[in-house]
């Protein structure tokens, strides 16, 4: 697989049709757009931002309640554990 030098992304990965920035995927590339060049976006490369910035938001959201799932479990397993010793 071929390398580009600039970020070290393969040579047919999205790029970015306004500064020729390659990424991993199309919903970055999307992102990457409405953040960077929202001004100069057709109306589906904003459709197409819209739509990742969704999707992102809706990631964020997820991997935020399992982190404090996963918060409150080592929590309380450390306070259980701490329990059982301090008793026993
Ligand atoms: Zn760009």
């Given at each position: 697989m071929t390398r580009t030098?600039?970020?070290?992304?393969?040579?047919?990965a999205p790029r970015c049709s306004h500064c020729g920035e390659a990424f991993p995927t199309d919903q970055l590339r999307d992102l990457h757009r409405g953040l960077e060049h929202y001004d100069a976006l057709a109306d589906d490369e904003r459709e197409a931002f819209d739509e990742a910035y969704i999707a992102e938001t809706e990631g964020l959201r997820s991997f935020r309640l399992r982190a404090l799932a996963a918060l409150v479990l080592v929590y309380f397993g450390f306070l259980f554990a701490y329990a059982v010793m301090a008793v026993g």
């Open positions: 030098r600039q970020n070290d992304q393969p040579a047919d």
